[in-house]
T-cell receptor
Framework: LAKTTQPISMDSYEGQEVNITCSHN???????ITWYQQFPSQGPRFIIQ???TKVTNEVASLFIPADRKSSTLSLPRVSLSDTAVYYC?????????????FGKGTRLSVIA | ETGVTQSPTHLIKTRGQQVTLRCSSQ?????VSWYQQALGQGPQFIFQ???????GRGNFPPRFSGLQFPNYSSELNVNALELDDSALYLC?????????????FGPGTRLTVL
């Protein structure tokens, strides 16, 4: 399983765009990149998933360069409610014995 | 549509005791995964069940066991509790092996071992 590296913490003011970068140098051909969000005392919540280039949904955008060795989660105009831990995961989207492998994540603090 | 539910919410046990945690999967989901999350860490995979059969196991000792029922709800059993077992236990369900990367998590059970 590919190992991921992301910043331990980030701070941002309300209304700013936040970009969290994740490194995954050993990503395999069949691996997808998935981001989860976790609020205190809650289970993680799926945010976005991508394989290459750019993916956008109503919550975030995911930018993946051509070599796929890194990815960037972009949160537009964050609010206080976006304060959470964000996890970058890399793994196959299909197959047996491929559990989600979480690192320590990035703790995002949004300040008023 | 009902989401993933877990019971109990909180639990306090002493060393050596046994505990059973329960999880009801989201409607239409046949795969359940269990995770242990220590304070300040990301969730760690314990095991997964797909249609009542174990589909994978993480690096946890045999005293962590589980099962899945015909309605796809699941139990996690931990025997001979140790202090380090204190953690948030998360259950996640998904629609099948094709959706392993999009799992829906419950709120967790906070286990404290004294």
């Amino acid at each position: 399983l590919a190992k991921t590296t992301q910043p331990i913490s980030m701070d941002s003011y309300e209304g700013q765009e936040v970009n969290i970068t994740c490194s995954h140098n050993n990503i395999a051909t069949n691996d997808y990149i998935t981001w989860y969000q976790q609020f205190p005392s809650q289970g993680p919540r799926f945010i976005i998933q991508g394989y290459k280039t750019k993916v956008t949904n109503e919550v975030a955008s995911l930018f993946i360069p051509a070599d796929r060795k890194s990815s960037t989660l972009s949160l537009p105009r964050v609010s206080l409610s976006d304060t959470a831990v964000y996890y970058c995961l890399v793994g196959e989207s299909y197959g047996r014995d491929t559990p989600l492998v979480f690192g320590k994540g990035t703790r995002l603090s949004v300040i008023a | 549509e009902t989401g993933v539910t877990q019971s109990p919410t909180h639990l306090i046990k002493t060393r050596g005791q046994q505990v059973t945690l329960r999880c009801s999967s989201q409607s239409g989901h046949n795969t359940v995964s269990w995770y242990q999350q220590a304070l300040g860490q990301g969730p760690q995979f314990i095991f997964q069940y797909y249609r009542e059969e174990k589909n994978g196991r993480g690096n946890f000792p045999p005293r962590f066991s589980g099962l899945q029922f015909p309605n796809y709800s699941s139990e996690l059993n931990v025997n001979a509790l140790e202090l380090d077992d204190s953690a948030l236990y998360l259950c996640a369900s998904s629609a099948g092996l094709a959706d392993l990367n999009e799992q829906f998590f419950g709120p967790g059970t906070r286990l404290t071992v004294l």
